[in-house]
């Protein structure tokens, strides 16, 4: 093989900076100390920015990042890490990608990332929605008991890169390079392996000789972790001086809403900051003597079949199947849970019905993206009375769902936030050709139904399902086990 020879259509890019607009790791290093270790060394952390940024001025970039990497991950077992790095980051790098960078990144066949950033915290990230054929990072330390040391096996993170990639080519040079420009960052030295250099940020107009390219990156449809926003240090600030503002305020709305008629908490709330805005014309309570209306709803927050009660004016029972003891003790409204079990819960649904109205979310678990999840067609079986209704909500600071953690927290963090929005939107009852009434199949009425609500509110279909979600955010299939008081005060 010729020496110097260049291996066509590939690219070596820096991550931080060229493939993310933001040049700065700290706020990631934050959310993993924020999701896999708590809110103590989220605060140390903080207090460290300053320090940190002192270390940037200086030029002293790889003690920063190795003073980022030890507070942020000493003491974790890696499978924590990964967790954070799976379940939690992408979203955050999903909403900072250079769509300029990804446009020349995208046009080329083989593809290398590299980072300061520990390996563990990108490399899922970039091979599963960038399409990244290697990943370039430092390695963390693990020690025989499998906890993770803080440390670093790189003394030069960016000799190191250099040499990596130069070993991933071989004789070979890579033809692009995307970095920033060389006196904004020392980790550019790989460009010399490069054909062509590219610095960010890309212009627009940038014309690379294979103009095909894929419109976007694979999209994050499943995203856990309680931080709505990315935690820069100001907003990190702000969070720890709203915590415990947050968890009076919390406490103040969950007591109203336990004591307070329904038809008047919509009213109170917005004395607290709260707000429900509701479009279309909900339909009247059954008379007695009629079977009931199915509310079909699209699945956000737990809270969904509560504010429906509140906008309805009246307790209207919701079916659950993993929501916690907690918050079922906690919920104003009766709830029904189900089995998983087919004909078990048909009669349960069949049953309810009967006696007025149900609340239903065939969905079988949130989803907080702008897609709505496949439906169960079992709600098409049992009544021709149906009216979808869709949800939404906007948050500030802390998302009230969660695969991984708690779920007896999740009313707790939605009203702690300073202004929750819930958005209830009416739509017209089924007529009856569009139900099993007339020979359609319960697959055909759900698809329908769950097309319509999409429509509403601006989101996509996906056929991804509960055991999808959990597979991808938690490892598990979402089977729920439950646990006893004891046991589900030590998973807290």
């Known amino acids: 093989m010729e020496r110097g020879k260049t291996t066509s259509d590939s690219v070596v890019t820096e991550f931080e900076g060229t493939m993310l607009r933001n040049a700065d790791p700290f706020s990631y290093f934050m959310l993993v100390a924020f999701e896999a270790c708590g809110l103590i060394r989220f605060a140390i952390l903080l207090f460290l920015w300053p320090v940190i940024t002192l270390l940037d001025v200086f030029s002293y970039k790889n003690a920063s990042i190795k003073l980022m990497t030890f507070v942020g991950t000493v003491g974790l077992r890696e499978l924590e890490i990964q967790s954070v790095a799976r379940a939690v980051l992408p979203k955050f790098y999903m909403d900072d990608v250079s769509m300029d960078t990804w446009k020349v990144y995208s046009s080329c066949k083989k593809k290398v990332v590299v980072t300061r950033m520990p390996r563990v915290m990108v490399e899922m990230f970039a091979k599963e929605h960038l399409r990244a054929d290697e990943v370039i990072g430092s390695e963390l330390i693990i020690n025989r008991f499998g906890f993770v040391t803080g440390l670093i096996r790189e003394t030069d993170i960016d000799q190191s890169v250099l040499s990596r990639v130069a070993d991933l080519y071989g004789d070979r040079k890579p033809q692009i390079g995307l970095a920033r420009p060389p006196r904004k960052t020392i980790s550019t030295t790989f460009l010399s392996l490069c054909e062509d250099h590219i610095h960010a940020p890309i212009p627009e107009n940038y014309n690379h000789r294979n103009k095909q390219f894929e419109l976007r990156p694979l999209p994050v449809i499943f995203h856990d972790g309680r931080l709505v926003k990315r935690p820069t240090p100001p907003t990190a600030l702000l969070i720890l001086t709203w915590i415990p503002l947050g968890i009076i305020l919390a406490a103040i709305r969950i007591f109203l809403g336990s004591v307070l008629p329904l038809w008047a908490t919509p009213y109170v709330s917005k004395i607290f900051g709260g707000q429900v805005i509701v479009k279309g014309k909900p339909p009247q309570a059954p008379t007695a003597g009629n079977s009931g209306v199915l509310f079909v709803c699209t699945h956000r927050t737990l809270m969904d079949p509560v504010v429906l009660s509140y906008v309805l004016g009246r307790s209207v029972p919701a079916v659950t199947y993993s929501i916690s003891r907690l918050s079922e003790i906690l919920s104003p409204i009766p709830t029904v849970r189900l089995t998983r079990v087919r004909d078990v819960d048909a009669a349960k649904i069949k049953q309810q019905l009967s006696e007025g109205d149900l ?11 702008p897609f709505l999840l496949r439906f169960s067609g ?50 017209n009852q089924l007529p009856v050709e569009a139900t099993c009434s007339s020979g359609k199949s319960p697959h055909d009425v759900a698809n329908y139904v769950q097309r319509i609500l999409a429509a509403a509110l601006g989101f996509e279909c996906t056929n991804f399902t509960r055991r999808d979600k959990y597979r991808v955010l938690a490892g598990n299939d979402g089977t729920v086990s439950y646990l006893s008081f004891l046991d589900q005060l030590k998973k807290l």
């Not at 079986?381 to 998302?399: C, K, Q, S, W």
């Open 359 to 369: 609340v239903v979310c065939p969905e079988g678990t949130t989803c907080r993206e």
């Open 378 to 427: 079992l709600f098409a079986e049992l009544t021709d009375r149906i009216v979808p209704v869709a949800m939404n909500y906007r948050v500030g600071f802390f998302h009230a769902t969660t695969a991984r953690g708690w779920k007896g927290l999740d009313p707790i963090f939605f009203f702690m936030n300073p202004r929750p929005v819930y958005e209830v939107t009416f739509l």
